[in-house]
């Protein structure tokens, strides 16, 4: 891989040319392994706004959303949905904890303010609810991983790779994806499909997180990979 096709992505932008050669020696081939599942990320009602508005308005109707780059997102997402189920592979949903199993009100997943839970604002967008079969985690912190079963499924699945989707790319999506990486999983972020409040947070830490933690792809090139793959591989 060329340097310049490992640095063809959204940051290319705002990362200045001094930076990219300071984290040129990150640059290696991107891959996915033989054993991926999807790791699908918050995906639940209040993050999807009902009309495209600007940040700031979208926010002051329900400050969990992420907007107009959520709505971005859709197609996007339902693409890669599509092609994961259409081969087998196996999906697991993370979503806030809401089910009423601990009392706690004191942990959250980030410092921003909190607002009283509504169980129908965290239940999943219906475009990507689960199936039958398809494991959900349910969390209280930013990372997938934290205090959840996540990586005993995995680890009984045979799981060497996570393909990353959801929001948010600098909360939620970075925490599971620096701990997945810790853990030993190989991780994907797909980069059309994870999105954030802020286009310039979100840039920023998916040239972070590709230099340090996971293979950035584009949604093609993951739909390329997986075209491939047959879960019948040993």
Not at 9 to 16: E, F, Q
Not at 18 to 29: G, V
Not at 41 to 46: A, G, K, M, R
Not at 125 to 131: E, G, T, V
Request: overall charge negative.
């Amino acid at each position: 891989m060329h340097f310049e096709e490992f640095e063809d992505h959204c940051w290319r932008d705002i990362v200045s040319e001094e930076t990219l050669a300071i984290y040129e020696p990150y640059m290696r081939n991107l891959y996915i392994g033989q054993r991926p599942a999807l790791l699908s990320i918050d995906l639940y009602n209040s993050v999807f706004p009902s009309e495209s508005l600007p940040m700031k308005e979208a926010m002051s109707e329900n400050p969990k959303t992420c907007g107009p780059l959520a709505l971005q997102a859709i197609e996007p997402l339902k693409r890669l949905f599509a092609i994961v189920r259409t081969k087998g592979i196996p999906v697991f949903h993370v979503t806030h904890e809401t089910r009423g199993v601990t009392q706690e009100t004191t942990i959250h997943a980030t410092n921003r303010s909190s607002s009283v839970v509504n169980e129908r604002d965290f239940a999943f967008y219906p475009d990507f609810s689960p199936l039958d079969k398809e494991i959900v985690i349910y969390k209280l912190r930013a990372s997938a991983f934290f205090g959840t079963p996540l990586i005993a499924y995995l680890v009984r699945e045979g799981v060497d790779t996570l393909i990353i989707c959801g929001e948010s790319t600098s909360g939620c999506v970075r925490a599971s994806v620096v701990d997945g990486y810790s853990f030993g999983f190989h991780m994907v972020v797909v980069e059309e499909a994870v999105f954030d409040r802020s286009l310039h947070i979100h840039k920023i830490n998916l040239f972070d997180l590709h230099h340090k933690y996971a293979d950035v792809m584009h949604l093609s090139e993951v739909e390329r990979h997986l075209r491939e793959f047959d879960p019948r591989d040993p």
